[in-house]
């Protein structure tokens, strides 16, 4: 009986999507032509193949925004608990945002922050 809950939500969960692809399959209009079937991207019209290669500078910048980014994650838990963990907490972060910095200012010198 505990579990019946949860039957419900997984029946659920099945059902109300396959009966919505259910009805657009009956409902929606199917009017196929070559503009419609054309790659769409941004509005821009598209320039060449999808399996062209990127230059290497867009993976660095993604790398790089991430390593940013997760940086935050530490960050919200660390100011929530700050007068709790007190001066050692703060050492701490300081070495953690020194090694931040020290690798944005790496990364900046050697020109990955640059677009051309």
């Not at 059902?15 to 259910?22: D, H, M, Q, R, S």
């Not at 769409?40 to 925004?65: D, I, M, N, T, W």
Request: proline content about 7%; charged content about 15%; overall charge positive.
């Amino acid at each position: 009986m505990n579990y019946l809950p949860l039957a419900f939500v997984i029946g659920l969960a099945i059902v109300v999507p396959a009966a919505l692809f259910g009805l657009q399959r009956l409902l929606a209009p199917r009017r196929p032509n070559p503009e419609k079937l054309e790659t769409y991207e941004c509005g821009a019209p598209v320039l060449g193949s999808a399996h062209q290669r990127l230059p290497v500078k867009f993976y660095v910048v993604a790398v790089l925004f991430l390593l940013f980014d997760i940086e935050t994650v530490f960050l919200f838990p660390w100011a929530v608990s700050f007068r709790r963990l007190g001066l050692f907490g703060l050492l701490e972060m300081a070495i953690f945002l020194g090694v931040l910095v020290f690798g944005l200012v790496y990364v900046w010198r050697k020109g990955a922050l640059e677009w051309e």
